[in-house]
């Protein structure tokens, strides 16, 4: 099971990223991805989850309206469009996956990580 997670950069403020996680190894199709940040310093905070048939969504409240998760089960991608972007959103995001439904955004529940890839909003 691997998960490769990419999309990141530098971005100004009120700009846009896309990460995208690709799955090999397993069938994406039976399971649901998560979105996890974390900033220097602080804990590992789920941003976004999308179930195995993309019919639950949940968001942290700090990214609502902001960003949006999808998924291409075909293509064994989920992406995360991010806009909107401020300072506050600059972390190591990673993607996760996790047997189960609905999705969650407690990492406890997820059993396998990607590395992580760096978003960094600033002017």
């Known amino acids: 099971v691997q998960l490769q997670a990419s999309g990141g950069g530098l971005v100004q403020p009120g700009g846009s990223l896309r990460l995208s996680c690709v799955a090999s190894?397993?069938?994406?199709?039976?399971?649901?991805i998560g979105w996890f940040r974390q900033a220097p310093g602080k804990e590992r905070e789920g941003v976004a989850c999308?179930?195995?048939?993309?019919?639950?969504?949940e968001y942290v409240d700090s990214v609502k309206g902001r960003f949006t998760i999808s998924r291409d089960n075909a293509k064994k991608t989920v992406y995360l469009e991010m806009n909107n972007l401020n300072p506050e959103d600059t972390a190591v995001y990673y993607c996760?996956?996790?047997?189960?439904?609905?999705?969650?955004?407690?990492?406890?529940?997820?059993?396998?990580w990607g590395q992580g890839t760096q978003v960094t909003v600033s002017s």
């Open positions: 996760a996956t996790r047997w189960g439904y609905p999705c969650s955004l407690e990492a406890a529940s997820y059993t396998h």
């Open positions: 999308i179930s195995s048939d993309g019919g639950n969504v």
């Open positions: 190894g397993f069938t994406l199709d039976y399971y649901g």
